[in-house]
C-alpha cells in the first residue's frame, strides 16, 4: 500500500499527518537522538505523545506570535517622538482599519486622557502597570463582553503615559483551533484555563495530555490524542490506475472497445482511468494481462506530510524567532549570497497565497496540475508555509526572513485544498516545472513505494540540471521514501534546535542531508504566520542552500551542488556518514566559502541509496510533447 505525504509539517505536520499517519498510539515512543543515536534500533514509530507535544508547542507559539503582531502598532506609536495628541489621531485612524484592533487610548499615570468611542475603560484595571520592566508590553487577562473575547495590550511611552489598545481574541482561537483540526482529525485540541476539561470517548483509555503555556494570555493549549489513530487503508484513489499503452496503439480505439472504463485525465502517452466497479487490485491484474498495456500503476495520492554588506535582516519576527538559519549559517553565508531573482525555485504543493505581502513579490506565475491550468492559490497552508522558509521575502521590516534572499518562486500545484493529489499530477508538476526553467525543485512529499513513471520524471529533470529536494518522512522508519531515496534527489531528515534528531523523522542509508525541521515560523494563507514542524519544513531550508548556491556559482551542474552540500554539512552524531543525520546538518556558510576558495568538491552519496534503471531521455519542450514523450515512456524489456 502506498501513501504519498506532503511533509509538511507542523503545526500543520504534525499538523497533518502526524496524527494521520504517524502514530502507533502505544505512548512507547522511540528515544530522543541526543547521545547515541544507535540506541534507537528498529522502525518503531514515533509515539503519539511526542506528536501531541509537538504539536502543543506550535500551537502555543502561533498565539504568541499573533499577540505580538496585534503589539506591533502600538509600539510604533508609542516610541514616536509627535505629541500626544498626534499620535493618538494618527493611531485612531490605524485602529479603524485594523481587523483585530477595535479601540485605544492613551493613559497618564492610571488616568484616561484620550480614548475611542467603545473603549471598554473598566478592564484597565487589569493592567499591572508597576510589572513593566525593561519597556515590554503589559497586558491584560482574556475578559468576555457582548459574546467575543477580549484583552488590553498597553505599550510603555515615557513619563507615566502609556498606548493602549483593545483586541479582539476570537480570532485568535478561531484560527488555532482550526490548525488543529487541519492536524488532529482524530484527536482534541483546546484553549482554556488553569484545568481546561478534557473529554474523552474512551474512559478506559490511557492517554497522554500534552499542554504548553501562552504566557501572554494566560491559555493553555491542550493537545491530547485519543490512543491509536484511524489507518489509513488504501493510499490511492480506489477504482484508479496509470496506463501506458505500446507504440502504435490508439488509445481512442481501445477505449471505444472497452466502454466500461472512465477516462480520468491523459497527458502524452500515460493516461488515469477509472473502473467504477472493480478494485485498484483488480484493475491492475486485469490490465496487466491485456496485451496492448505497456504499464498499469495505482495512482497514488500524495498528501501533505536566519553582512559584509547589509545589516542583518529587519524583518519583525527574524531575531526573536528564526533560530533556525542561524544554526545553519545563513548569517554568514549572506555575505556571499544573498541569491538572484533570475533563477527559480518550484514549489511543488499545495499551491502559494499570490497575496501574502512576504511572498507576492517573488511569485511567478505556474501551473496547477490538478486542473490543468494556471490557479495555483493555495487553499491549504503547506505550501505557503514550505515556500517562506525557502524564500520569503527579506529585509522587508515584515514577517520573516526567507533564506533566499532574491530568488523568485514558481507554484506548482500538484495537492488539492485537503492536501491530497494523485501520482499522475506530480509526474506533470515536475515535467512542467523543468521545462519552465526551474533550477530548483521542492518535493514536501513522499510514499514508500518505487514508481516507474515518478522516477522517469525524476531523470528528466535531473538530467536537465535541475536539483531536487525531497522530505524524508515523519514515520521515524528507515523504509525508503520516494522521491527522496532516489540516487537524483537530495533527501533530507530534520533536526530540532539542539541539533538533535527530529523525533518523527524517518532516518536510513539514503538519507543525504538533514535541516532544521521542528517549530519553524513561516507564512501562511490569508497573511498570517504559523510555527509548524516536519521533514517538510527542513526540505526547504536545503532548496533555499541549493538557490544560493546556484546564484553565486551558475557553472557548477546540479550534481556538483549535491556534492558540495553533503560535503560541507556540518558532522553531527557518529563520524562520517550515519542514516540518522546522512551527512550532517547542512551549513549555508561552509557551503558557499568551499567553492568561494577555490576548494575541490567531492563526490559523495549515501551509501544504500536504490539503485533504478532508467534511460536517457532527448530534451524537449513540454508544448511539443508528443514525439518524445512517447520516447520517454517507451518501457524496454
Known amino acids: ?60 507559539l502561533t498565539s504568541s506570535l499573533f499577540i505580538r503582531q496585534l503589539s506591533d502598532p502600538l509600539k510604533r506609536w ?31 499615570e492610571g488616568k484616561i486622557e484620550y480614548q475611542t468611542e467603545g473603549f471598554h475603560s473598566e478592564a484597565l484595571n487589569q493592567l499591572d502597570f508597576q510589572s513593566s520592566r525593561d519597556e515590554q508590553a503589559v497586558y491584560s487577562n482574556p475578559y468576555s463582553r457582548q459574546d467575543r473575547l477580549y484583552m488590553l495590550i498597553a505599550w510603555p511611552r515615557g513619563k507615566g503615559k502609556w498606548l493602549v489598545g483593545e483586541a479582539d481574541l476570537d ?14 482529525a482524530n484527536g482534541h485540541f483546546f484553549v482554556g484555563g488553569k484545568e481546561p476539561e478534557v473529554q474523552v470517548k474512551d474512559k478506559k483509555q ?35 490506475v496509470l496506463v501506458r499503452f505500446k507504440d502504435g496503439i490508439q488509445f481512442d480505439q481501445w477505449l471505444k472497445n472497452h466502454p ?26 486485469s490490465l496487466q494481462k491485456d496485451p496492448q498495456v505497456s504499464q498499469v500503476e495505482p495512482n497514488t495520492i500524495f498528501t501533505k506530510q536566519e553582512m559584509e554588506h547589509k545589516k542583518l535582516p529587519n524583518d519583525e ?22 541569491g538572484r531573482d533570475d533563477l527559480i525555485i518550484a514549489i511543488l504543493d499545495t499551491g502559494i497565497d499570490p497575496h501574502h505581502h512576504d511572498l507576492k513579490q517573488k511569485v511567478i506565475q505556474g501551473y496547477n496540475a490538478i486542473d490543468d491550468n494556471n490557479d495555483t492559490e493555495d487553499k491549504h497552508g503547506h505550501g505557503t508555509h514550505v515556500a517562506g522558509i525557502a524564500a520569503a521575502v527579506t529585509n522587508n521590516l515584515t514577517g520573516i ?33 523543468t521545462d519552465h526553467g526551474a533550477k530548483v525543485i521542492n518535493l514536501s512529499l513522499g510514499d514508500d513505494q518505487h514508481s516507474d513513471l515518478l522516477y522517469e520524471a525524476i531523470r528528466y529533470a535531473y538530467e536537465h540540471d535541475v536539483v531536487l529536494v525531497a522530505a524524508s518522512g515523519n514515520d521515524n522508519v528507515s523504509e525508503p521514501m520516494y522521491p527522496a531515496a532516489y540516487p537524483e534527489v537530495l533527501a533530507v531528515g530534520a533536526v530540532n534546535q539542539h541539533n538533535e534528531k527530529a523525533s518523527f523523522s524517518n532516518y536510513g542509508d539514503y538519507l543525504d542531508v538533514t535541516a532544521p525541521g521542528e517549530h519553524i515560523a513561516g507564512t501562511f494563507i490569508d497573511g498570517q504566520y504559523v510555527f509548524m514542524s516536519g521533514t517538510s519544513m527542513a526540505a526547504p531550508h536545503v532548496t533555499g542552500l541549493v538557490a544560493l548556491i546556484r546564484a553565486r ?29 546522512g551527512y550532517g546538518v547542512i551549513n549555508v556558510y561552509n557551503a558557499l566559502n568551499h567553492v568561494s576558495q577555490g576548494k575541490p568538491i567531492q563526490s559523495l552519496r549515501a551509501p544504500s541509496a536504490p539503485q533504478f534503471r532508467a534511460e536517457k531521455k532527448e530534451p524537449g519542450p513540454w508544448a511539443e510533447l508528443k514525439w518524445w514523450v512517447n520516447q520517454l515512456f517507451d518501457q524496454k524489456g
Do not use: C
Open 1 to 60: 500500500m502506498t501513501r504519498y505525504l506532503l511533509w509538511a509539517g507542523s503545526l500543520l505536520i504534525i499538523l497533518l499527518f502526524a496524527y494521520a499517519f504517524f502514530s502507533d498510539g502505544s505512548g512507547d515512543g522511540p528515544h530522543l537522538f541526543q547521545d547515541d543515536p544507535q540506541q534507537n534500533k528498529g522502525d518503531a514509530q514515533v509515539s503519539q505523545a511526542q506528536l501531541d507535544a509537538i504539536l502543543a508547542k506550535d500551537l502555543a
Open 78 to 108: 508609542a516610541n514616536s517622538p509627535e505629541s500626544d495628541a498626534i499620535i493618538f489621531q494618527k493611531l485612531v485612524k490605524e485602529v479603524e482599519q485594523h481587523p483585530h484592533i477595535y479601540g485605544a487610548a492613551l493613559v497618564t
Open 171 to 184: 480570532f485568535i482561537k478561531r484560527f488555532v483551533g482550526d490548525l488543529a483540526s487541519v492536524a488532529d
Open 206 to 240: 490511557k492517554t497522554a495530555r500534552n499542554e504548553e503555556k501562552v504566557p501572554e494570555l494566560g491559555w493553555t493549549v491542550v493537545v491530547q490524542s485519543e490512543g491509536k489513530p484511524d489507518q489509513v487503508k488504501n493510499h490511492y484513489r480506489q477504482g484508479e
Open 260 to 285: 466500461e472504463f472512465i477516462l480520468v485525465k491523459k497527458n502524452g502517452t500515460f493516461y488515469v482511468l477509472r473502473h467504477p466497479h472493480q478494485s485498484t487490485e483488480q484493475l491492475i491484474k
Open 317 to 338: 519576527f527574524f531575531r526573536e524567532y528564526q533560530w533556525n538559519l542561524a544554526q545553519i549559517g545563513a548569517l554568514e553565508g549572506w555575505k556571499i549570497s544573498e
Open 401 to 433: 526572513a526567507g533564506l533566499s534572499w532574491k530568488n523568485k518562486i514558481m507554484p506548482v500545484k500538484v495537492l488539492n485544498h485537503e492536501g491530497e493529489g494523485g501520482l499522475y499530477e506530480v509526474i506533470n508538476g515536475i515535467y512542467w516545472a
Open 553 to 581: 556559482f551558475p557553472e557548477l551542474t546540479n550534481e556538483e551542488v549535491m556534492n558540495l552540500i553533503r560535503q560541507t554539512a556540518d558532522d553531527i552524531g557518529q563520524p562520517g556518514y550515519d542514516p540518522y543525520y
